[in-house]
């Protein structure tokens, strides 16, 4: 597991600026769902780090379609890795929604998730009034924190104070019940409780992430988290530091979406 992790920073580490700020994927119908190939929109005057790595003519499967009730869940063929994923709405407290592509690599703003208005051809097996879909993934822009990444840090410090004893040692098994816990088994916990299931790339956690980076990079080797955690000169004053700027910075994006 760790070593997936470590993979997958190299890859969004080696990410470069590019023209490339989208992808569009038009997908098919197939007898079992939707399925084609995602390009990259290369827009003139475009810039930014890609956050997830990604090459022309990416396959990509789901196995519904912008009719059907969310989380839209599927599959796509990334360079180097094949990675599931799924497309949720969010809300905020105010009723403003919007649609992200959720992996464990990266979490991706959708700017468009609809079906085309051209019944599709070809599909023998499909239903005659089939059509295609389209998907445009924005790759640079990141999906700011809501109103759920301000409770999961709120609840993670809350549940700070009376962790006894602390674990120096953790690893990435909290699922199975591990204890005691230490900064990645809160956040796991936090996440599971408040969305139903953990999330790797929970805006909440990448705000821990980045907070950690910056302060403490010299204590990371692979897993940003659980080495911050392990590391012996981490104390619980700076689990407790790197949670609170988290948490100003989650509330300060959970508002700057509010009208």
């Excluded at 989208?22 to 995602?38: D, H, I, K, V, W």
């Excluded at 989380?71 to 407290?93: C, D, H, V, Y």
């Excluded at 979490?107 to 051209?118: G, S, T, Y």
Aim: neutral net charge.
């Amino acid at each position: 597991m760790r070593h997936t992790t470590l993979v997958v920073l190299l890859l969004l580490g080696g990410a470069e600026s590019s023209t490339a700020q989208t992808a569009r994927c038009e997908l098919s119908p197939r007898p079992y769902g939707l399925g084609g190939l995602c390009r990259l929109d290369r827009g003139e005057g475009s810039s930014g780090i890609v956050r997830i790595p990604f090459a022309d003519s990416v396959k990509i499967w789901t196995a519904t379609g912008p009719g059907d009730q969310p989380p839209w869940r599927g599959n796509i063929s990334l360079p180097q890795l094949e990675t599931s994923f799924e497309i949720a709405r969010e809300a905020s407290s105010l009723g403003q929604t919007r649609l992200v592509f959720r992996s464990g690599i990266a979490w991706l703003l959708v700017k468009e998730w609809a079906e085309l208005a051209r019944p599709i051809e070809g599909c023998s097996a499909c239903d005659r009034g089939a059509k295609g879909v389209s998907l445009v993934l924005d790759l640079v822009a990141y999906p700011p924190a809501t109103d759920d990444d301000v409770v999961i840090l709120r609840d993670v410090l809350a549940r700070l104070d009376s962790l006894l004893p602390w674990n120096r040692q953790e690893q990435q098994n909290c699922s199975n019940g591990e204890r005691p816990a230490g900064l990645f088994c809160l956040l796991y916990a936090a996440v599971e409780s408040r969305m139903g299931r953990y999330h790797h790339r929970q805006p909440a956690l990448e705000l821990v992430r980045s907070v950690i980076l910056e302060r403490w990079r010299d204590r990371i080797t692979s897993h940003g988290l659980i080495d911050f955690n392990n590391h012996a000169a981490t104390t619980r004053g700076d689990l407790r530091t790197a949670l609170e700027l988290a948490l100003e910075r989650a509330r300060a994006q959970a508002l700057s979406q509010q009208p």
